[in-house]
């Protein structure tokens, strides 16, 4: 019984000499982690909560229906007091197609470059360098237009981006350009794409394959 109880007080002494040199850092690793916790679940509430209130002024945009004025006024308040949610760049989107369609182009342009300088998403940041290209081709500035087409974009756009290259190329009346962009756009393109009709139409006008 003496022999359990010195081995008792020697594992005893073991663990408060391991506690008085490691025990400070220990209890460190555990704050950290705890707080670190903690942190996360702030990080995620807080994420939560911004969504949540772009996502009612989302709804109020809508609600606007073709009133640009209102719709922008909503979009900017989004974008500017939510940027980082994924209802930004959509309401930007959604406005820049309401400004274009009442002949808005400069408003539905801002909208547009936005998205290209600020979306978190890059398909729609993609998207709407595609449709700044378009409009800028409507306005006759193809190099500005090219330029936009040339920046880095994800791979799923390269049947889209050629096709609008071909179509900027032609109205430059370079023909021989055009035809090669369409050619390779349709080498991109998918077979159920709805856009490849047109594109092979426009380049087999020009004698492409």
Do not use: C
Not at 16 to 40: D, H, N, P, Q, Y
Not at 44 to 62: D, P, S
Not at 117 to 136: C, P, Q, T
Request: zero cysteines; charged letters at 20%; glycine letters at 8%.
């Amino acid at each position: 019984m003496a022999a359990f109880d010195l081995q008792e007080q020697e594992q005893i002494a073991e663990i408060k000499a391991f506690w008085e040199t490691w025990g400070k850092w220990i209890t460190t690793g555990v704050v950290v982690v705890a707080l670190g916790s903690a942190g996360m679940q702030g990080w995620r509430w807080y994420q939560a909560k911004q969504a949540a209130a772009a996502a009612e002024l989302f709804v109020q945009m809508e609600a606007a229906g073709s009133d640009s004025k209102k719709q922008i006024a909503a979009a900017d308040r989004i974008k500017a007091e939510y940027p980082r949610t994924a209802y930004a760049s959509r309401a930007a989107l959604t406005v820049a197609q309401t400004a274009h369609t009442a002949g808005d182009v400069a408003a539905a342009k801002a909208q547009l470059l936005w998205v290209v300088e600020h979306s978190k998403e890059a398909g729609l940041a993609d998207l709407a360098r595609l449709r700044v290209a378009g409009l800028l081709l409507d306005e006759k500035q193809y190099d500005a237009a090219l330029a936009q087409l040339a920046a880095a974009h994800d791979a799923a756009f390269d049947g889209l981006f050629l096709a609008t290259k071909g179509d900027i190329l032609l109205a430059r009346n370079d023909r021989a350009g055009a035809g090669k962009a369409y050619t390779e756009a349709l080498a991109k393109l998918a077979a159920d794409a709805p856009s490849r009709a047109y594109v092979q139409l426009k380049s087999d006008a020009l004698g492409g394959k």
